[in-house]
């Protein structure tokens, strides 16, 4: 079966450093891959997807940059963190292809910038 | 652009009622509605879905009910119980590769 993980599952880093977060899939290839943002008590924000290793396509303009060097992992970074990117970050797959198939979610990171 | 609206934002019940979340949505090409719970602190977690070819879905307590000519779909909960307080999010398809998410719904089972 298939299978998403991302760590850290918390952080807290100051305003000015930088980022990197990971997220791996197991059981499936060439899965799409997405980056989410959630503010407290809020909505999914879609930051980037990818199709393939490569492929990423950015939803919008912030301070972060997604990177997808292997078919399975995808990467979340950013080189000088604003207090604005505090937030819970989910990274979740699906099988690629035809429009109709869920998205699947890992257990997320909450980041808390100081 | 694409859009996925929800309401209500927040639903209060008693034990034992029924719970209704409705969403509407823009893209009329949208042919995959999934619908996600999400307790406190955790991950969104599917909990049903439906495809354009058919108008109601069943899975015990849950369903969902697509009118494809009102671009409406909703959420019913019959029987509820504490342990379905969270928050339900609803989606379609949108373009190619993403889902389009709907605000969230906060619902709050009262014993």
């Known amino acids: 079966s298939q299978t998403i993980h991302q760590w850290p599952a918390t952080l807290v880093q100051p305003v000015g450093s930088p980022l990197s977060l990971e997220c791996t899939v197991e059981?499936?290839?060439?899965?799409?891959l997405y980056w989410y943002r959630q503010a407290a008590g809020r909505g999914l924000q879609l930051l980037f997807y990818?199709?393939?290793?490569?492929?990423i396509s950015s939803e919008v303009p912030q301070n972060l940059s997604a990177s997808r060097p292997q078919d399975r992992q995808f990467i979340l970074s950013s080189k000088k963190l604003l207090l604005s990117d505090s937030g819970f970050y989910l990274c979740a797959w699906r099988a690629p292809g035809a429009r109709g198939e869920p998205q699947h979610f890992g257990d997320g990171t909450r980041l808390s910038i100081l | 652009g694409e859009n996925v609206e929800q309401h209500p934002s927040t639903l209060s019940v008693q034990e034992g009622d029924s719970a209704v979340i409705k969403c509407t949505y823009s893209d009329s090409a949208s042919n995959y509605f999934p619908w996600y719970k999400q307790e406190l602190g955790k991950r969104p977690q599917l909990i049903i879905d439906?495809?354009?070819?058919?108008g109601e879905k069943k899975d015990q307590r849950i369903a969902v009910t697509l009118n494809k000519t009102a671009k409406h779909f909703s959420l019913h909960i019959t029987e509820t119980q504490p342990e379905d307080s969270a928050v339900y999010f609803c989606a379609s398809a949108g373009g190619y590769n993403k889902l389009i998410f709907g605000a969230g719904t906060r619902l709050a089972v009262h014993p």
């Open positions: 990818s199709v393939g290793i490569g492929q």
């Open positions: 439906i495809r354009s070819n058919v």
């Open positions: 059981g499936t290839s060439n899965p799409n």
